[in-house]
Nanobody
């Protein structure tokens, strides 16, 4: 099975940018559909973006036009470029992977999860 480790989180001012990385090990990530989810304190986990094994991408309306998901299979890594960050983007961001749902936007569709990386956007 695949193991996922996120990095790249931190504290940034509103309007700033961060790039999150999701590094896979154990299996090559090329066959997996990978997504980013986030969870803010007191709120439910929500879908952010997904990229299928065939490089199709999907975004939540709240991040469309600001966030970009990409993958580099040669580095076994999926990225989330986040621009024009807002305080409401503050959350724990986790990546997840599955083999069966290339358009998956529900957390229940994902079998493998990383521990997450914290993103805090100050106003």
């Amino acid at each position: 099975q695949v193991q996922l480790v996120e990095s790249g989180g931190g504290l940034v001012q509103a309007g700033g940018s961060l790039r999150l990385s999701c590094a896979a090990s154990g299996r090559t990530v090329s066959a997996y559909n990978v997504a980013w989810f986030r969870q803010a304190p007191g709120k439910e986990r929500e879908f952010v973006a997904a990229i299928s094994w065939s490089f199709n991408t999907y975004y939540a309306d709240s991040v469309k036009g600001r966030f970009t998901i990409s993958r580099d299979n040669t580095k076994n890594t999926v990225y989330l470029q986040m621009n024009s960050l807002k305080p409401e983007d503050t959350a724990l961001y986790a990546c997840a992977a599955n083999l069966k749902f290339p358009r998956g936007t529900e957390s229940r569709e994902y079998d493998y999860w990383g521990q997450g990386t914290q993103v805090t956007v100050s106003s």
